[in-house]
């Protein structure tokens, strides 16, 4: 079993080499467990997200890369730790490592079954290339009716230089016999749609996603968001796609 986890922990890490951080609130795992972004204490789960964007479907050449790979782990009853390494957005040939990222977790509501969920989050993130830093505060509200989920996210976000923002992001999903997710998703000026703070995946500042995502088993899960930017400045397509494994005996129950 040790080979089995080593052995996946490598294709996810080799995997990030070919997309961007994820930072939406939309996980696959967490909405078939009907939780909040809070882990539960002592699961261990290692995460890869890929972003492409074809800023023009008559020019091959346009398109951009992201990625990023990522630890998530339970300290406590309500909190959790997220570490992640990412490339930022950026031509195919330049490819690299560049960015890093930490964030905590805090379950202020939890439950178990229908209810209401509401997380408070930390997040700080930085370039190593010139070292400039973003710092997030947001409050992810979840809330979890037979086979719908609700998500509303809103994000405070202030960067080294003072420069202040307010964006944040949401959706309707749908829980398919337990196993996937299907929905839509909407964000403004957020992880997909954002160029403010250098995470940008498509150029509008809003952005429409179709999520569909499912769990390959009780501790692998995939999932894929279709989206399109939206605005005079957003006529782009990108393409976002997470896999996420979690430690065997912690998944799915």
Known sequence: MKRVTLSLLAVVLVTASLAAPARACFDTYGFLQKQGLAYPKGLLAVETSGEYVARDLGEAGS??????????????????VQGSLASAEKPREDFRIDQWGVRGVYGLVRGDGDGYRLDAVLEVSASMADGSGTYEFSTPNIWYRDHVTVVFHPVAALASDGEFGVRGHGGVFYSVGGLAI?????????????GQFGRRLVRGAGATSLFVGAGIGANLFLQNEVIKGWGAD??????ALTLKYLRPGEGLH
Do not use: K
């Not at 299907?182 to 997909?192: F, H, I, R």
């Open 234 to 239: 957003g006529p782009d397509v990108g393409f």
């Open 63 to 80: 398109d951009d890369f992201s990625g990023a790979a990522s630890v998530y782990y339970g300290l406590g009853e309500r909190f959790s």
């Open 182 to 194: 299907v929905g839509l998703g909407s964000e403004y000026e957020s992880a997909q749609s954002s």
